[in-house]
């Protein structure tokens, strides 16, 4: 169980951060209202991802709902919430500046998420619906659950994905695959989310977990610091010119060479043998 500030993460947290070996789970844990993430688990969030920066010893991020057949029915829009109650605050007196504090707010906790030099997986265990997408979305990569669902149904509450979701998904599916699933907020079976590009992979129900451990075991078999390096690279070219992303390419790739690590990967690799990667 992961280190929270000085306390442990408990099994009672809406959010559970834990540990196996190089990798970290973060479990969304509300199961009686279908994990809806509320402001606590967006604090928490937060909160492990600023432990996750520092923390040399996690490769993967794995994020996933804690019960067997769901990820995340969305933003908790109970009124009695802090963030919902103050949102309707907001309106009643028309004070779009508060608005936009708090919208600006939980989009620095899901791009800080996105930030993460580690690789990110979101794992969609089930029943996956509006701000979970978006926060699968912020994620490197996502696989789903066989069975699962997804949705976008913020249309039908007069709201919009707001937490970086519908710029996000945009540059994930392009412009007209969002909009369509956005105005439509149809459900999504696993199947389209994987032709539209949504998810990497599909995975059978029965046995989920194992399917997905040897996943994620796929991607921390390799370099840590050469998976950083990618990461950062695309990411930070996607607005840039052709030949200044270029340069910024190979700027990286002397980085990463001079850092050593190529030297335990190309040894092992003549040795028959696999790396022990250096954190």
């Known amino acids: 169980i992961y280190d929270l500030g000085g306390r442990m993460s408990q099994n009672n947290d809406p959010l559970i951060c834990r540990e196996e070996g190089d990798i970290a789970f973060?479990?969304?844990?509300?199961?009686?209202?279908?994990?809806?993430?509320?402001l606590e688990c967006w604090q928490l969030l937060d909160k492990y991802c600023d432990g996750l920066m520092d923390?040399?010893?996690?490769?993967?991020?794995?994020?996933?709902?804690?019960?067997?057949?769901?990820?995340?029915?969305?933003?908790?829009?109970?009124?009695?919430?802090?963030?919902?109650?103050?949102?309707?605050?907001?309106?009643?007196?028309?004070?779009?500046?508060?608005?936009?504090?708090g919208f600006a707010a939980m989009q620095a906790v899901v791009s800080k998420l996105a930030r993460l030099p580690i690789p990110t997986v979101a794992a969609i265990n089930g029943l996956c619906y509006g701000g979970a997408v978006e926060l699968a979305a912020a994620c490197d990569i996502r696989v789903i659950k066989e069975g699962a669902v997804m949705c976008l149904q913020e249309a039908r509450l007069g709201l919009i994905p707001d937490f970086g979701g519908t710029v996000r998904l945009s540059r994930?599916?392009?412009?007209?695959?969002?909009?369509?699933?956005?105005?439509?907020a149809r459900r999504i079976l696993p199947d389209e989310a994987k032709a539209l590009g949504l998810v990497s992979h599909i995975f059978p129900a029965e046995n989920f977990?194992?399917?997905?451990?040897?996943?994620?075991?796929?991607?921390?078999?390799?370099?840590?610091?050469?998976l950083a390096v990618v990461k950062e690279i695309c990411d930070t070219t996607l607005?840039?010119?052709?030949?200044?992303?270029?340069?910024?390419?190979?700027?990286?790739?002397?980085e990463n060479i001079l850092s050593g690590q190529c030297i335990e990967g190309i040894s092992a690799f003549l040795e028959k043998r696999a790396p022990k990667w250096q954190s």
């Open 26 to 38: 973060i479990e969304i844990n509300r199961p009686d209202v279908k994990n809806a993430l509320n």
């Open 55 to 101: 923390d040399n010893k996690i490769r993967v991020l794995v994020i996933t709902g804690r019960s067997d057949d769901i990820f995340s029915a969305g933003v908790d829009v109970t009124p009695t919430d802090p963030f919902i109650a103050g949102m309707f605050e907001a309106l009643q007196n028309r004070d779009k500046a508060k608005l936009v504090k």
């Open 172 to 184: 994930l599916i392009g412009p007209a695959r969002a909009k369509e699933l956005i105005f439509t």
């Open 209 to 226: 977990i194992s399917h997905l451990s040897e996943y994620v075991k796929s991607i921390t078999a390799n370099g840590p610091r050469a």
């Open 239 to 254: 607005a840039m010119a052709e030949n200044q992303a270029l340069e910024f390419e190979h700027e990286r790739a002397a």
